[in-house]
């Protein structure tokens, strides 16, 4: 029955892993101009309007991104968590935001007021990008260090 | 017509399920596409208040609107019409597409529309006003004939300003089936939403999950007979509301600024999003999205 309970969880958990977009490659061609690149965002002493963010992340943004903002393979969508996102400025997630990557699916956001795509660089600052899988460790049940990401990966070869 | 009115409205209300932050327009366009894999079913509805000697109407339609790609939308519409003390009648259907013409976003956007309709007389949905505008005098029995075949086109360019969405529209219209010379119609539209920003609370009455605005629209005439007079013409205030994260309900109540107007028309509009749907069906079909 265990045996049972703990393969249903390893797939479930690959399931979910198959989900994410690690791989994400950005689009060479979807830059910023300079200027759109460099602007600041006016919330960005307010951190606490990201809640509204997070709001309109969910409603706008999961549908490809993920509840984490992990991405989807399937729909060969960002990994927000990457760092190659995380070291974009403001401004630059905000261009992408408001013109979308029509070649690539992405939609334009800019029905959306000025302010609540400045919430949403806010929020997407918020997923925090993890550092190469190898220097991310953490302990399985019985206390064995795994990564973090594919923790569910190595806890099925230590049960198969 | 009251009871009529509000039974339309409490109908369109007991469709909804579940919000996708739409335009509140009933008529004129604005340059946003819905987004690719989307499908948004819409059930609404266009009520006519009649002037002496006209009668009272509900024209009801359904959409169904699908993101093809993010700057390609696909529209299919079924429509009827039930005209008080006189009948009920299945006015036809139409198909319509529009493009948008560039990636990015520009001061003005443009998108190209094109429709094919295949209604008769009786259709009284006024999604658009072309020529002169839909005959509201004759009876359903005159009206309900044949369906015409009717091409449409449009150019829609749309701006952004702050909060403020300004969108332009300038139709043509050509009926194969009549010979009507090419009409012409137009609407203009102005909205934006009630709070720029959005709160961190799920709420359903939070000012952000309102927009507000007013479209203009009417006729131009066609090319035997070009220009505004003797045509309808409305000026109609809008109101839309994020009910849900998919759903939106909208209301218009417009007024005739003519005698071939309607001098009330009041709209109301339930639209549903299914996110996702162009993937599932391609997962039902065996198919890698």
């Known amino acids: 029955m265990r045996a049972v309970a703990i393969s249903a969880l390893c797939v479930s958990l690959a399931i979910m892993g198959f989900g994410q977009n690690p791989r994400y490659q950005q689009d060479p061609e979807w830059r910023a101009p300079t200027e759109a690149a ?4 006016p919330l960005a002493s307010k951190p606490e309007l990201a809640a509204g963010g997070k709001k309109l992340f969910v409603r706008n943004c999961v549908e490809c991104h993920g509840r984490e903002g992990t991405g989807m393979e399937s729909k060969h969508s960002a990994d927000l968590q990457l760092p190659i996102v995380q070291e974009e400025s403001d401004g630059t997630l905000f261009w992408k935001i408001t013109n979308g990557n029509a070649k690539h699916g992405m939609p334009s956001f800019s029905k959306l007021p000025e302010l609540q795509r400045w919430q949403v660089v806010l929020y997407i600052r918020t997923l ?7 220097s991310i ?3 399985n049940h019985k206390g064995h260090e795994v990564p973090r990401r594919n923790s569910f990966v190595i806890l099925c070869v230590l049960r198969g | 017509m009251i009871r009529l009115v509000t039974l339309s409205f409490w109908l369109a209300c007991l469709c909804a399920t579940a919000a996708a932050q739409e335009s509140p327009f009933f008529v004129t366009y604005t340059h946003y596409m819905e987004e ?9 509805t266009t009520n006519g208040i009649p002037r002496s000697g006209q009668q009272a109407y509900i024209a009801p339609y359904m959409e169904f609107e699908y993101g093809v ?5 696909s529209e299919i519409y079924l429509e009827g019409q039930s005209t008080i003390g006189d009948s009920s009648v299945f006015t036809g259907w139409r198909w319509e597409n529009r493009y948008k013409l560039f990636a990015r976003e520009h001061r003005i956007n443009p998108v190209l529309y094109l429709e094919y309709e295949n209604v008769n007389e009786a259709s009284r949905i006024q999604k658009e006003i072309e020529g002169g505008g839909a005959d509201l ?3 359903n029995s005159v009206l309900n004939g044949p369906r015409s075949h009717e091409l449409e086109g449009k150019l829609i360019l749309s701006s952004n300003y702050r909060d403020w969405n300004i969108a332009e529209n300038f139709t043509l219209a050509k009926n194969f089936s009549e010979s009507e010379g090419i009409e012409f119609g137009y609407a203009f539209g102005v909205s934006r939403p009630l709070s720029s920003l959005a709160s961190a609370n799920e709420c359903r009455f939070c000012r952000e999950n309102f927009a507000v605005g007013a479209e ?9 007979d070009f220009g505004p007079h003797g045509a309808a013409h409305y ?3 809008v109101l839309s509301w994020t009910v849900s994260d998919n759903s939106t309900l909208r209301i218009s109540p417009g007024v005739g600024l003519t005698p071939e107007a309607s001098p009330v028309l009041i709209r109301f509009g339930l639209t549903y999003e299914v996110r996702g749907f162009g993937e599932r069906v391609s997962r039902l079909l065996g198919r890698r999205p």
Do not use: H, Q
Request: proline share 12%; no cysteine; charged share 20%.
């Open chain 1, 38 to 41: 460099s602007r600041e965002n």
């Open chain 1, 128 to 134: 925090k990008p993890l550092p190469p899988e190898s």
């Open chain 1, 137 to 139: 460790r953490t302990n």
């Open chain 2, 36 to 44: 690719p894999g989307n499908l948004d079913l819409e059930v609404s």
């Open chain 2, 69 to 73: 790609t993010a700057r390609w939308t």
């Open chain 2, 137 to 139: 005098v004759s009876s």
């Open chain 2, 216 to 224: 203009v629209y009417g006729g131009l005439g066609s090319t035997l």
């Open chain 2, 235 to 237: 000026f109609a205030p």
